[in-house]
């Protein structure tokens, strides 16, 4: 199971980028996300079933906006990160 949250404010994340990643995974979770609340919103749905793979798309800040709502949610905390720099 692979969830992927797409910054859609990031230089190159655009809804384009989330439909793509729907195509190319598409038994992901694939969130297009224009704010904090989106991301929060995100994982609380991650905690409710934890995806074996949580995929960033977006920049720097995204990576570490991710790693960051994550940290609180124990059962989520040490799951593994892939980048998907779009920043």
């Known amino acids: 199971d692979v969830a992927v949250l797409v ?3 990031s ?12 195509v190319e995974l598409p038994y992901a979770r694939v969130i297009a996300s224009r704010s904090l609340a989106d991301t929060e919103s995100f994982i609380r749905d991650l905690q409710r079933s934890a995806p074996d793979l949580v995929l960033s798309a977006g920049g720097d800040g995204t990576a570490v906006g991710l790693i960051n709502a994550l940290r609180p949610a124990d059962e989520l905390s040490e799951m593994p990160i892939g980048l998907l720099p779009l920043g």
């Open 7 to 9: 910054n859609l404010r």
């Open 11 to 22: 230089r190159r994340g655009s809804r384009r980028v989330a439909e793509q990643a729907r």
